[in-house]
């Protein structure tokens, strides 16, 4: 059964980091290209980063970059977020995907992990 899981979020004050993980189970990670993505509460979900399955190639969104960065460890069948400089804007459930192309649109992906919540606030 193939399965995404994503961890490492949690709650952290403005300026802080954390690093997200995306592990899958039930198939290998090597040839998919990941996108992680994010939804805040009445929000619709919003492209944050993908990496293509080599990991030669990614893209952020204009509101991370510079701050995000994305990397994979296909021995370890893992994708990671890391996240810095965040802010409250940053709050939101985010998610890992594959089943897609290279891409910032949620509609090009067809497995998806449960979530995890990052909560930025003092």
């Known amino acids: 059964q193939l399965q995404l899981v994503e961890s490492g979020g949690g709650l952290v004050q403005p300026g802080g980091s954390l690093r997200l993980s995306c592990a899958a189970s039930?198939?290998?990670?090597?040839?998919?290209?990941i996108g992680w993505f994010r939804q805040a509460p009445g929000q619709e979900r919003e492209g944050v980063s993908c990496?293509?399955?080599?990991?030669?190639?990614?893209n952020f969104a204009d509101s991370v970059k510079g701050r995000f960065t994305i990397s994979r460890d296909n021995a370890k069948n893992t994708v990671y977020l890391q996240m810095n400089s965040l802010k409250p804007e940053d709050t939101a459930v985010y998610y890992c995907?594959?089943?897609?192309?290279?891409?910032?649109?949620?509609?090009?992906?067809?497995?998806w992990g449960q979530g995890t919540q990052v909560t930025v606030s003092s």
């Open positions: 039930g198939f290998t990670l090597d040839y998919y290209a």
């Open positions: 995907a594959a089943g897609g192309p290279r891409s910032l649109r949620a509609g090009e992906y067809d497995y």
């Open positions: 990496i293509s399955g080599s990991g030669a190639r990614t």
